[in-house]
């Protein structure tokens, strides 16, 4: 028997509980893993409150972990009892680069997740930890770094000397974005409607940002960057989208990952074939892009922002902390022994 986070009925972040349930065993092609740390993702926080099609409960949530190989199902041969691991969540991928199969589920719903003592995946899921990372770093990397390395580097195409804008930072994939905008010799700028959460991305390298309940925010920010962006990695949409158009260069992209703003309403589409812009769509990653993540990581020695560690039977008040927005970075769980 193991401990595990499970959420039986989707009524918010306090409807998980903290039980004993039975520990999975690895088949053919499949591996046990031991887990050390766990992250949070929205994911876990919309799935408590029911926002997906198609639910499956009981479930134990969570997507990310990292920890030590405890067992082997047949047929596995790339990996080892012992060995330090980094679970990629985006099962079943597919063949072309340019989209998920229609079989893709991403771990924490339907399947059961890593908010537990022990996680049975496919052994094409793991990878080998990155060594300058702790425990804890990794396990917050796997879903929102892989997010953000396909919207910046795969679909955004980011090239040096760009200007690139990210919308909302403070959350994992804003602050993976940044931290890989950074790394391939972009100029980041940023929005929040938290001065410190603007003046802690600076600390990290943010060229600036506005604070975006500001009337004028988007006139304060054409004048900081000293025109518009290249690239706009936006995880918000909403009723500030428009402005993300106007705020736009001539032949730049917009890639959008999420909509914690909301729907966008009106945009003139004018703005859009006048500028010869694109904006493309993009969510998770392929294992092609989960492997650049890693390596780009492990490069440049980039590590992970943890917000908080909690222990893993305090996951209903780790989820209401992200359920609030009161994060900066990643929020973990300490899985116990």
Known sequence: MMKAIVLPVAEG??????????????????????????????????ISHGTY????????????????????????????????????PGMRWGNSEAYPDKNFEILGMPTNGTFAQYVVVPAEQVYPKPEHLTWEEAAALPLAGVTAYRALVSRGQVQPGETVLIPGIGSGVALYALQMA???????????????????????????????????????????????????????????????????????????????GGVVPHLAMRDLFFRQMDIRGTTMGSPRDFAGMLELYSQHQLRPVIDRT??????????????????????????PE
């Open 310 to 335: 909690y222990p893993l039977a305090s996951a209903a008040e780790a989820l209401t902390r992200m359920d609030e927005g009161q994060n900066f970075g990643k929020i973990v769980l300490e899985i």
């Open 182 to 260: 950074l790394a391939k010799g972009a100029r980041v700028y940023v929005t929040s409607s938290s001065d410190e959460k603007i003046a802690r991305a600076m600390e990290m390298g943010a060229s600036g940002g506005v604070n975006y309940r500001h009337e004028d925010w988007h006139k304060q920010l054409r004048q900081l960057m000293g025109g518009g962006a290249d690239l706009i990695i936006d995880g918000v949409s909403g009723p500030n989208f428009v402005r993300l158009v106007e705020l736009t260069n001539p032949g730049g992209r917009i890639v959008n990952f999420g909509m914690t």
């Open 53 to 88: 099609r198609n639910m499956k409960l009981p479930v134990i949530l969570g997507s990310d972990g990292a920890g030590e190989v405890a067992a082997c199902g047949s047929n596995v041969r790339h990996v080892q009892v012992g060995d330090p691991v980094i679970i990629n």
């Open 13 to 46: 972040p306090r409807a998980v509980r903290y039980e004993e349930v039975e520990t999975p065993q690895p088949k053919a092609d499949e591996v046990l893993i031991r887990l050390r740390f766990a992250a949070l993702n929205r994911r876990d926080v919309w």
